[in-house]
């Protein structure tokens, strides 16, 4: 019996994918440990001291999972609403946390306890920070201002007042504790010297700012909003340099590899690497949702994002294989490497007395394709029609499509469905009739969809919808068909009044590409008036 012939699937060439350094840095991340929260995840930091305990925050608590095991070591739920960006202190000590009526909550978060509760903004606290070196925090609210407290009494030293509008970012720089940097929906970024509470610089980043991270010289800071992440000079305010390679809101920013990579998130569900020298992108991580809040343990070992999904929220921890992991990889590979099995290779000389047994390979058939074989062409169709395959690999969709009408199936396949298993397929011509190289084949199978199911359309209202949908996607083809042909005609004009060709009034382009050596000497054998040529196209164009 003769072997049965694979549905051909035309795949399209993509740009192959340049492997460096930092690829294979980062793809040494095992694969992500998942948490589902209920609410939004609004902040997750990761403390500097060991064992670099994690803190995300979500709804009215902060949960403290540790590093190793990704269970949840400790929950801090002493809010009456929301809490916003709990926060380590330097030793790993205490935590930091604001909150949606403004109060600011310092804990030990080892015995769950409340040690000072800081009053006096009148606004929600989404951003908090310690002070390195001094007994001293720092929260950023809603209320348009920053200020400084004394953790030993609760006084509030200062208070930095000068943006107008909400305060969502902030950090203390790690050059001096006196500097203080703030980020507003006001599009600006202040610089504040705590010492004459005042503000000693403001560089406009030209979209609302949603975080900051400054380089442990203090001279040197980035900023991020809307689609771009821009690096200043924390001295002269200089714009040094405008890296734009997202495009959804940028929610985050990070250091990695003892600050000599930047991290960006986004909305856009990637997470951009960059190189601190050139600011090119070196590796992007992809998640599964968009991209809130994400922290970077110290030697990059764990990494903690933060991501909202349908609502709720989702958490992602990811760890590096340790070297010990490493070393039994490594050694896998060369076992398998040295697996007698493995040493036939194209460099392998044989012997005049070796005798070399073939090897049995089994053709795997994909489902598609056993369901053509098996002649069951509505289920083949079922196969390709699921949003994975319909989505991803559109390719083998239209392919088995195209298989189907040569076998004389498509209408097989077609017939005898209600209108929700006519959803998916309808979904997927509305998605790719117009692209280029799905048309031809998408039309054909619309023309069948047409036949079978056009008499049947008083039956249902919905299918009436989908046949609207469908011709209103044909009608908008159409449309750009004609505004093609406008432009063609438009070419030709000017072509044919600067290269006027004898007895034509219709030229195409390929044409005249093709009789491009021989146009001077026409010119010379046959002039034609400019205002004629012209006039003859608008006529046959028309």
């Known amino acids: 019996m003769a072997s049965f012939k694979r549905t051909h699937t035309r795949g399209y060439s993509r740009a192959a994918s340049k492997t460096t350094s930092d690829t294979h840095y980062w793809r040494k991340l095992e694969f992500p440990v998942t948490v589902k929260e209920f609410t939004a995840i609004n902040s997750v930091d990761i403390s500097p001291a060991e064992p670099h305990y994690i803190a995300v925050t979500s709804g009215p608590k902060i949960d403290v999972y540790h590093q190793e095991t990704t269970q949840v070591w400790r929950t801090i739920s002493r809010f009456q609403r929301l809490a916003y960006g709990g926060r380590f202190r330097q030793d790993g000590q205490l935590l930091l946390a604001g909150s949606e009526e403004g ?81 507003s929906y006001d599009h600006t970024v202040r610089l504040w010297d705590t010492r004459t509470a005042s503000s000693v610089l403001t560089v406009d980043h030209g979209a609302p700012v949603e ?35 997202h495009h959804k809101t940028i929610t985050c920013l990070a250091l990695a590899s003892d600050q000599k990579r930047l991290l960006s998130g986004s909305l856009d569900r990637h997470i951009k690497i960059y190189d ?23 030697g990059d070992t764990t990494l903690a994002v933060g991501m909202i999904a349908a609502g709720s929220g989702l958490m992602s921890f990811q760890h590096r294989r340790s070297p010990e992991m490493s070393a039994q990889l490594a050694t896998k590979e060369a076992s398998a490497k040295a697996n ?3 040493t036939i290779s194209d460099d392998y000389r044989t012997l005049s007395d070796d005798h070399i047994v073939p090897g049995m390979t089994t053709q795997k058939m994909a489902r598609y394709d056993r369901m053509i074989c098996k002649f069951e062409y509505s289920r083949a169709l079922d196969a390709v029609m699921q949003s994975f395959i319909a989505n ?18 498509i209408r097989t396949a077609v017939a005898g469905r209600d209108v929700k298993k006519l959803t998916p397929l309808f979904s997927f011509l509305f998605k790719n009739i117009r692209h280029p190289a799905y048309k031809p084949v998408l039309m054909d199978v619309a023309n069948v969809v047409i036949d079978v199911y056009g008499d049947s359309l008083d039956e249902d209202p919905q299918l009436v919808m989908y046949f609207q949908r469908l011709k209103e996607e044909v ?48 010119r010379m054998l046959h002039p034609s008036s400019s205002a004629k040529s012209a006039s003859n196209l608008v006529v046959d164009v028309n």
């Open 103 to 183: 109060a600011i909550k310092l804990f030990n978060y080892r015995q769950k306890q409340l040690l000072r509760i800081f009053k006096g903004h009148e606004g929600p606290t989404h951003c908090v920070d310690f002070i390195q070196g001094i007994p001293h925090i720092v929260s950023f609210s809603d209320d348009k201002t920053t200020m400084v407290w004394d953790m030993s009494n609760e006084d509030k030293i200062c208070t930095l007042s000068g943006h107008t509008d909400f305060i969502r970012t902030g950090l203390v720089s790690p050059a001096s504790q006196h500097v203080i940097l703030t980020g």
């Open 340 to 342: 007698i099995r493995n």
């Open 475 to 522: 009608a908008a083809e159409l449309q750009l068909i004609k505004e093609h042909s406008a432009l063609m005609g438009a070419i030709q004009m000017f072509l044919t009044t600067s290269n006027p060709h004898p007895n034509t009034s219709l030229v195409s382009v390929q044409q005249l590409a093709t009789t491009e050596c021989s146009s001077t000497q026409a």
């Open 276 to 298: 601190v020298d050139t600011y090119s992108v070196v590796h992007t991580l992809s998640y599964p949702a968009p991209i809130l809040c994400m922290a970077v343990a110290p």
């Open 392 to 409: 991803k690999y559109t390719n083998v969709s239209v392919g088995v499509l195209q298989e189907l009408i040569r076998r004389g199936g």
């Open 211 to 245: 975080s900051l991270v400054c380089f442990p010289s203090g001279g040197v800071f980035v900023s991020s909003g809307g689609c771009e992440v821009k690096v200043w000079d924390a001295v002269a305010g200089r714009l040094l340099s405008k890296v734009s390679q």
